[in-house]
């Protein structure tokens, strides 16, 4: 099982890699990726530094192009893909099939990731990406229970990709339009949900205030984690209750199903966070490189330390963890 990583810096980069990833995933400076940040990914001299030390040290080194092109402008994902090729990425994660067609057409030697955005959930869906673009690896949304994940791992001979570790979102992924009804643009195609330009924070009588182009999100008491304000994990008043109604701000950590995802057959788990800090990128790879060479050294025997899990509730969102829909049996 491959550990990949996050890197949305250089120093990121070679965190992950003297921590013992096995291979990161890294995305260029525009909107062609989904975590399109100010001050965030990389330009072409530093992609060229962070590929060389990747190969360097003998892992790989994934490049996400996963928005979708815009219709006139699908010459910037192409060229990401060009660029992807030049800078020796050893898989390119897209979503957009334009951007796929080209691909695995121009570059038919280059290995392709169908990426979460691509929100591929059933057998039928894996088997047209693989038909049609020779699509290695399937990264499965977040919105399956690990019943569903066995049950697409019995049925398909590719390659398939699950979320391991970070922010956790209860949308299918690509097909989430929500922060566009405040911001009038889609996480799908600029790269995030909540783009800086429309982020502000205020303090205030009542405490500090996290606001969406102007519509307040968050309201914190000092003694409360503020968290980046996204719509579906803002509070709101129902039924005269406020609360997080759609989504509490908490990461998934699949540590304990470890087990089961290696008895299915899952080709690599992936830790989210390009958006985080190197101390973060440290600490998850650390906890996880452990996990994985304990199981491999004695299966039958394998628990989850306690510090373990203690690292990751202290990086995660809300001080909380949580496996999401995996746990769903009704699923």
């Given at each position: 099982m491959e550990l990949l990583c996050p890197a949305g810096s250089l120093p990121a980069l070679k965190t992950a890699i003297d921590c013992g990833a096995d291979a990161v995933y890294v995305g260029l400076k525009d909107n062609t990726n989904a975590r399109h940040f100010a001050g965030l990914n990389f330009n072409?001299?530093?992609?060229?530094?962070?590929?060389?030390y990747v190969h360097d040290n003998n892992k790989q080194l994934h490049i996400a192009i996963n928005t979708f092109a815009h219709p006139g402008n699908e010459q910037r994902w192409f060229n990401a893909v060009d660029k992807a090729v030049?800078?020796?990425?050893?898989?390119?994660?897209?979503?957009d099939i334009a951007t796929l067609d080209y691909a695995a057409n121009k570059y038919p030697e280059l290995t392709l990731h169908l990426s979460v955005q691509a929100s591929a959930t059933n057998s039928a869906a894996i088997d047209f990406y693989k038909q049609n673009f020779n699509v290695q690896r399937i990264v499965l949304p977040r919105v399956l229970s690990i019943h569903q994940v066995k049950q697409l791992a019995r049925n398909t001979n590719v390659d398939l990709?699950?979320?391991?570790?970070?922010?956790l979102?209860?949308?299918?992924?690509?097909?989430?339009?929500?922060s566009s009804y405040f911001t009038g643009e889609s996480p799908n195609n600029t790269g995030a949900c909540s783009?800086?330009?429309?982020?502000?924070?205020?303090?205030t009588d009542t405490g500090l205030e996290s606001r969406l182009n102007n519509i307040l999100i968050d309201r914190y008491?000092?003694?409360?984690?503020?968290?980046?304000p996204t719509l579906c994990k803002g509070k709101f008043t129902v039924d005269n209750q406020l609360?997080?109604?759609?989504?509490?701000?908490?990461s998934l950590n699949t540590l304990s199903m470890l087990p089961e995802l290696m008895q299915a057959g899952i080709s690599s788990v992936k830790i989210e966070g390009r958006q985080r800090s190197t101390a973060y990128v440290e600490q998850i790879t650390r906890v996880w490189r452990e996990a994985i060479?304990?199981?491999?050294?004695?299966?039958?025997g394998y628990q989850v330390e306690r510090q373990w899990n203690d690292t990751l509730a202290n990086v995660s969102e809300g001080s909380q963890t949580t496996l999401g829909a995996y746990h769903r049996h009704w699923q």
């Amino acid at each position: 099982m491959e550990l990949l990583c996050p890197a949305g810096s250089l120093p990121a980069l070679k965190t992950a890699i003297d921590c013992g990833a096995d291979a990161v995933y890294v995305g260029l400076k525009d909107n062609t990726n989904a975590r399109h940040f100010a001050g965030l990914n990389f330009n072409d001299k530093k992609l060229e530094k962070g590929s060389q030390y990747v190969h360097d040290n003998n892992k790989q080194l994934h490049i996400a192009i996963n928005t979708f092109a815009h219709p006139g402008n699908e010459q910037r994902w192409f060229n990401a893909v060009d660029k992807a090729v030049d800078l020796g990425a050893d898989a390119a994660i897209i979503s957009d099939i334009a951007t796929l067609d080209y691909a695995a057409n121009k570059y038919p030697e280059l290995t392709l990731h169908l990426s979460v955005q691509a929100s591929a959930t059933n057998s039928a869906a894996i088997d047209f990406y693989k038909q049609n673009f020779n699509v290695q690896r399937i990264v499965l949304p977040r919105v399956l229970s690990i019943h569903q994940v066995k049950q697409l791992a019995r049925n398909t001979n590719v390659d398939l990709e699950v979320f391991a570790f970070g922010s956790l979102c209860i949308m299918a992924e690509g097909r989430c339009y929500l922060s566009s009804y405040f911001t009038g643009e889609s996480p799908n195609n600029t790269g995030a949900c909540s783009p800086a330009k429309f982020v502000r924070w205020q303090e205030t009588d009542t405490g500090l205030e996290s606001r969406l182009n102007n519509i307040l999100i968050d309201r914190y008491q000092p003694d409360e984690k503020a968290g980046y304000p996204t719509l579906c994990k803002g509070k709101f008043t129902v039924d005269n209750q406020l609360y997080h109604a759609l989504e509490e701000p908490t990461s998934l950590n699949t540590l304990s199903m470890l087990p089961e995802l290696m008895q299915a057959g899952i080709s690599s788990v992936k830790i989210e966070g390009r958006q985080r800090s190197t101390a973060y990128v440290e600490q998850i790879t650390r906890v996880w490189r452990e996990a994985i060479d304990s199981y491999q050294r004695h299966p039958e025997g394998y628990q989850v330390e306690r510090q373990w899990n203690d690292t990751l509730a202290n990086v995660s969102e809300g001080s909380q963890t949580t496996l999401g829909a995996y746990h769903r049996h009704w699923q």
